[in-house]
Nanobody, 126 residues
């Protein structure tokens, strides 16, 4: 069993930055792909980005590429989502998830992720 807890959400203005964190407890964290997803009001949950088990590779949705950066600290069982140049359309509940398949590739499919956090709200508004 793995528990994931997101933090760092809040209300910011367009153009601002925000850093989300996701702490993991339970089974070994360092062997698994971590993903970030988001659900905007009235929309389906969508892939934001992911990072491989050792942080060597990342993948991002086109909508956030160049603005968002994912990193991880395996010693602290934590993954981060650095969000810059935020736009109102980035408003959503953000979720982290773990793909519990050791050393797997980054998947954009929600069904490939086994454990999810409860989400943290990010609101971008002037």
């Amino acid at each position: 069993q793995v528990q994931l807890v997101e933090s760092g959400g809040g209300l910011v203005q367009p153009g601002d930055s925000l850093r989300l964190s996701c702490g993991a407890s339970g089974r070994t964290f360092s062997s698994y792909v971590m993903g970030w997803f988001r659900r905007a009001p009235g929309k389906e949950r969508e892939f934001v980005g992911g990072i491989t088990w050792n942080g060597s590779r990342t993948k991002y949705a086109d909508s956030v590429k160049g603005r968002f950066t994912i990193s991880r600290d395996n010693a602290k069982n934590t993954v981060f989502l650095e969000m810059n140049s935020l736009k109102p359309e980035d408003t959503a509940v953000y979720y982290c998830a773990i793909r519990h398949n050791a050393y797997a590739f980054i998947s954009q499919s929600q069904s490939d992720y086994d454990y999810w956090g409860q989400g943290t709200q990010v609101t971008v508004s002037s």
